[in-house]
């Protein structure tokens, strides 16, 4: 299958092949190459294409292709200065500060909105084969910057919903031309989020940013924007504390071998996608685990459990079968230092929206990787039978967890208490 950007409408083409036409039709396959979209007032909505289009520009690059005004989400397609051709997909929306009744005078906002307020859950396309990056993001023309929310936290969508920021994340952005902060709903219980806030001159940075951090934790995700605000690209190899293990001459991967690469040229591979980095990086946090817990004296027959939905590790102590969940603590800390752990899943079930948090039944022990603040590969543990109840949902337990003494850096201690 192949696909083609720019020239003339920026038109998707494709030819396909089906090994079981009965399985996937030809419907199904445009409806997830073309995004869905909005009719919207050209006057309102053009100063932020011509912010995002002079952004590009001012970095050196050549606008192809951009859509109309009236049409959202915008599609703008350009080359770089090295002659690399991207494209966007960009959910945008005006950012202001309009002094609203009962809300704080230091707010500022955009409301995500197409259309008419039907209360249905709207998709935020995303590219299956990475050639565009969807950008989720408010403008602000007048002054200059821009705010970018994660597209995959909020996928789907309502309209309307409102993102607030503060006059302080502002005067980052103005000062510093990028700022990263973490951002807690209205809603407490509603998953903690990073916001990446950029002047226009960042714009481009931005694209690379939202590409190179796609799905990622909220932990990560900020980690990630604070790289690129210092102008250095995250590398997991590079910030490594450890000793790196490398095959032995003449050994070459049998995955190697069935792709047909070198061994470097399967990891450039994935360090240029980042759909497999974000994959891969998952994966390696539970392969530390395990590799920790399999130190241990009395574990037994640990591995890594590859089943959707189910616990990450399972392991073998002292006669017991006991499981262990890895979870990634979040960038910022609160004020005393202590780290913190957004504890819940992605999505909830509309029929149950309880569903979106864990049960004490669920597994005997969680493991907050510690990588996202300390950049190392390291663990702290919990009995989950000792963290706390979630005031609403009965049942559950709470998502908003301080790493605090109930947590150990020794897992022999929580191990032996489950």
Known sequence: MWRVLGGGGDLFRFSACFENQS????????????????S????????????????????????????????APFRITFETPLGERKGIIAYAFLANQTPTKNRPTDEHRFQIKYG????????????????????????????GFFVAADPVLHSPTKFFISLEFKDEHVRQILERGWH????????????????????????????????????????????IAEQFGSGAIWSMARKSKGNLILPGEGRVHALAREFELSEKEVLDLIGEAPRLK???RGWVAEEHLARSLRRIPGVTNCNRMNIEGGTDVELDFRGRRLTVECKNILRTT??????????????????DPCSRYYSPEDFDVVAACMHALEEQWIFRFAET????????????????????DRWSDDPVRVLAAV
Not at 23 to 38: G, K, N, V
Not at 47 to 69: H, N
Not at 193 to 211: A, D, N
């Open 23 to 38: 399985q996937i039709t030809l419907s199904a396959m445009c409806a997830s190459l073309t995004p869905r979209e909005y």
């Open 40 to 71: 919207v007032q050209r006057k309102a909505r053009e100063p932020l294409l011509d912010f995002m289009c002079k952004a590009l520009e001012a970095a050196g690059c050549t606008v192809i292709f951009s859509s109309p005004a009236n049409r």
């Open 116 to 143: 008419t307020k039907d209360g249905k859950l709207h998709e935020l396309w995303q590219d299956p084969y990475g050639l565009y990056t969807t950008l989720l993001i408010g403008i602000n023309p007048e002054s």
């Open 180 to 223: 990263a902060w973490e951002r807690r709903s209205v809603m407490s219980d509603e998953p903690v989020e990073v916001l990446v806030g950029g002047t226009s001159s960042m714009f481009l940075s931005l694209i690379q940013f939202e590409s190179e951090a796609l799905g990622e934790a909220p932990g990560h995700r900020q980690l």
């Open 278 to 280: 974000m994959a891969v």
């Open 334 to 351: 609160l004020a005393d230092g202590t780290a913190k752990l957004d504890f819940q899943r992605t999505r909830a079930s509309q029929a």
């Open 385 to 404: 039978s000792k963290l706390d109840a979630h005031k609403k949902c009965l049942g559950k337990l709470a998502n908003n967890v301080r790493i605090d």
